[in-house]
């Protein structure tokens, strides 16, 4: 898929891995609709506008239903259409297992999995109808290979896994690739918090022993929506934990 002029959602981007998502498909010349829970400022939308191309803001809960299906019709009424989804939103609540309450384990689950079938669907019909169009989802290595204190976060990233693989075969025909980013430990604001010891701990489980960088996940991104030919598949990019 030509990417340029193109318009595409990104969940979750106003910061971290979603931001540098956007703006590796404005730098292409792809129209943006930044997106999270509170409203987009002026501000962030004129980064992305510096790269010649249209920025809409729009806020909402992806966990809720009738909350996906009216940011997708603005965006829609905005851009025309949406070409490219990314679903990228997502939150932890991590914790022993033996202690974790039953509202910790369904909230990650409501936003990482439910938020992603919500924004999926929604953006479905009009793709479908189309005859094109192109879905990434944010996965995690944790989601293959699993990590203690974090059940909910590895079931919901396992189940997007599963999740994109079955919509990859229902829409395939229709010409809607579904695909799948398993990004492992990646530089952000919370790793910037931790200890040495703990950051030395966390790569020593990386055979490449450094942690991803937001925009090394971002071009893994872009390369997915760009291939005509790949469905259905999961790109690792985590140092060579999950080999």
Do not use: H
């Not at 309450?101 to 990650?108: K, L, P, R, T, Y």
């Not at 989601?143 to 599963?162: F, H, R």
């Not at 991803?212 to 790109?235: D, H, I, R």
């Amino acid at each position: 898929m030509e990417i340029k002029n193109k318009n595409v959602f990104i969940t979750g981007s106003t910061r971290g891995i979603g931001k540098a998502i956007a703006i590796q498909f404005a730098k292409a010349g792809s129209n943006v609709v930044i997106n999270g829970r509170s409203s987009i400022s002026d501000e962030l939308l004129a980064e992305f506008t510096a790269f010649g191309i249209k920025a809409v803001g729009i806020s909402g809960d992806i966990s809720k239903s009738e909350d996906a299906k009216r940011m997708v019709g603005e965006a829609v009424e905005a851009l025309g259409s949406v070409d490219i989804l990314v679903n990228n939103a997502g939150i932890t609540r991590d914790g022993l297992s033996l202690k974790m309450s039953e509202e910790d384990f369904e909230a990650v689950l409501k936003i990482n999995l439910i938020g992603a079938f919500n924004m999926t669907q929604a953006v479905l019909k009009p793709m479908t109808r189309a005859r094109s169009g192109a879905i990434i989802n944010i996965s995690s290595v944790v989601g293959l290979i699993g990590n203690a204190g974090q059940a909910n976060y590895a079931a919901s990233k396992a189940g997007l896994i599963g999740f994109t693989k079955s919509i990859a075969r229902e829409v395939a025909g229709r010409n809607v690739r579904v695909n799948a980013v398993a990004p492992g430990f990646i530089e952000s604001d919370m790793t910037e918090v931790l200890s040495d010891k703990v950051k030395d701990a966390m790569k020593a489980q990386i055979p490449m022993k450094r942690f991803g960088n937001p925009e090394e996940v971002a071009s893994v991104v872009k390369f997915l929506a760009e291939q005509e030919y790949m469905t259905g598949q999961v790109l690792a990019i985590d140092g060579g934990m999950a080999m």
